[in-house]
């Protein structure tokens, strides 16, 4: 869809700086968020700890970082700090429906108490040096509660509220309500961005809102690291030597730069790059119960020669 955002997901354990290094490369995404970090007056990071955070990203105005708090003194800490570091928006983590980040009244707990949760932004808002993204579920329980979310959040002026179309207590089970997000988020004064569930570019069709910035995607994003061009259009060129390309870079980083845990890591991206091939259950097996990285290589290698790609 030309003229709309495309913002790459924090996928926690899955997309880490290499990833959205080797993926600017490829293009078509305008923002691309990192896992959230804790941001709390009880561990109130040092400016170098937040550097190292940032260390090794090509392109730091393309990066959102993502806090998970529930203390307007720790985010406010961390969120100016980071804007004295270069980056000119931070993202509120109010979304997370994880058990143990619930558990601490934190992520998509705060959908829970709307009268604190506001406090909480009337007290940071006056005081925040970059732009403030929020994102956020339909509802905690049920979409029914996702007006009341839209009107509170009515009462600021923030760069954009990203919305799963999920309940938090879905998770991420079940078929994201595009119905709910449509009709609340047409009610919306601050710009909104859609995520769940757009694994294409024609996932992107059929939303008529004035008020639409544009589109988050995350898993979706791993199995085709072309969608965001798709979705603005762009010409893509090979794709399958350049998905090849890509898959071969990532992995070459983690070998040379990365722990005795990268095969394990390559495992859960593979999860997802094996989608892209037309024997997708196949193509995972060979890699499955592999653990040694030269055998993982050689491998990957003879996927890529054997295997056809749905590109």
Same mark, same amino acid.
């Given at each position: 869809m030309p003229g709309k955002v495309v913002q790459l997901a924090p996928l926690l354990g899955l997309i880490d700086i290499p990833f959205i290094n080797y993926l600017s490369e490829i293009g078509g995404f305008d923002? +691309?968020?990192? %896992?959230? +970090?804790?941001?709390?007056?009880k561990?109130?990071?040092?400016?170098?700890?937040?550097?190292?955070? &940032?260390?090794?990203?090509?392109?730091? *105005?393309?990066?959102?970082?993502?806090?998970?708090?529930?203390?307007?003194v720790g985010f406010?800490?961390?969120a100016n700090e980071l804007y004295e570091l270069g980056c000119r928006k931070v993202n509120w983590n109010m979304g997370c429906p994880q058990p143990f980040v619930?558990?601490?009244?934190?992520?998509?707990?705060?959908l829970r108490n709307l009268e604190s949760t506001k406090a909480l932004l009337e007290t940071v808002l006056p005081k925040l040096k %970059?732009?403030?993204?929020?994102?956020?579920?339909?509802?905690y329980s049920s979409a029914d509660e996702f007006s009341a979310i839209i009107e509170m959040f009515n009462?600021?002026?923030?760069?954009?509220?990203?919305?799963?179309?999920?309940?938090?207590?879905?998770?991420?089970?079940?078929?994201?309500d595009r119905s709910a997000f449509v009709i609340g988020a047409q009610k919306s004064k601050n710009l909104v961005v859609y995520n769940g569930d757009i694994v294409s570019a024609s996932d992107t069709?059929?939303?008529?809102?004035?008020?639409?910035?544009?589109? +988050?995607?995350?898993?979706?994003?791993?199995a085709n690291p072309f969608i965001g061009q798709q979705i603005k259009g762009e010409e893509c060129g090979n794709m399958a030597a350049r998905f090849q390309k890509f898959c071969i870079d990532i992995q070459s980083w983690y070998?040379?730069?990365?722990?005795?845990?990268?095969?394990?890591? &390559? *495992?859960?991206?593979?999860?997802?790059?094996?989608?892209?091939? *037309? &024997?997708?259950?196949?193509?995972?097996?060979?890699?499955?119960?592999v653990a040694d990285k030269r055998i993982f290589a050689e491998i990957v290698n003879r996927i890529f020669s054997e295997y056809e790609t749905v590109f």
């Open positions: 923002e +691309m968020f990192l %896992p959230y +970090m804790l941001a709390d007056e561990s109130l990071a040092h400016r170098g700890i937040l550097r190292r955070r &940032l260390a090794g990203v090509n392109n730091r *105005k393309t990066i959102v970082p993502q806090l998970l708090s529930n203390s307007a406010l800490h961390f619930v558990e601490q009244n934190r992520g998509a707990a705060m %970059p732009e403030l993204s929020v994102k956020i579920r339909l509802g009462s600021f002026e923030i760069s954009e509220l990203i919305v799963h179309a999920r309940t938090a207590v879905q998770q991420y089970s079940g078929e994201a069709n059929g939303f008529q809102l004035l008020n639409l910035k544009g589109f +988050m995607i995350g898993r979706g994003a791993i070998f040379e730069h990365g722990t005795q845990g990268s095969v394990n890591r &390559l *495992k859960e991206l593979w999860k997802y790059f094996s989608k892209s091939f *037309k &024997l997708e259950n196949e193509v995972f097996a060979l890699l499955r119960e």
